[in-house]
């Protein structure tokens, strides 16, 4: 079954930005520490950003300051700001739900930066 829908993606400028959200159906929503990954052409997977279920959050030093995780309990979503993007930060984005029982993926949302 489809638990997590990522959307948001797109084509975008140097400079500009774009708001990622992951709609899921987790009935345990709270209790997951959620995570959004990307993967570019030729690369591995990369963790992005944390926000775990008391809202703590942590980034990848290539994101920090650009980016921001946010996670609404009530809705059972995530979403991923992204300001200030750059050619580098082209990727299928990822999101992922995992607790130390259940670990769940989303389809992925391409993101293109480009002029």
């Known amino acids: 079954q489809v638990q997590l829908v990522e959307s948001g993606g797109g084509l975008v400028q140097p400079g500009g930005s774009l708001r990622l959200s992951c709609a899921t159906a987790?009935?345990?929503?709270?209790?997951?520490?959620m995570n959004w990954y990307r993967q570019a052409p030729g690369k591995q997977r990369e963790l992005v950003a944390t926000?775990?279920?008391?809202?703590?959050?942590n980034y990848a030093d290539s994101v920090k300051g650009r980016f921001t995780i946010s996670r609404d309990n009530a809705k059972k979503t995530v979403d991923l700001q992204m300001n200030s993007l750059k050619p580098e930060d082209t990727a299928v984005y990822y999101c992922?739900?995992?607790?130390?029982?259940?670990?769940?993926w989303g389809q992925g949302t391409q993101v293109t930066v480009s002029s």
């Open positions: 987790l009935t345990i929503f709270r209790l997951y520490t």
């Open positions: 992922n739900a995992n607790t130390g029982s259940y670990n769940h």
């Open positions: 926000i775990t279920s008391s809202g703590r959050t």
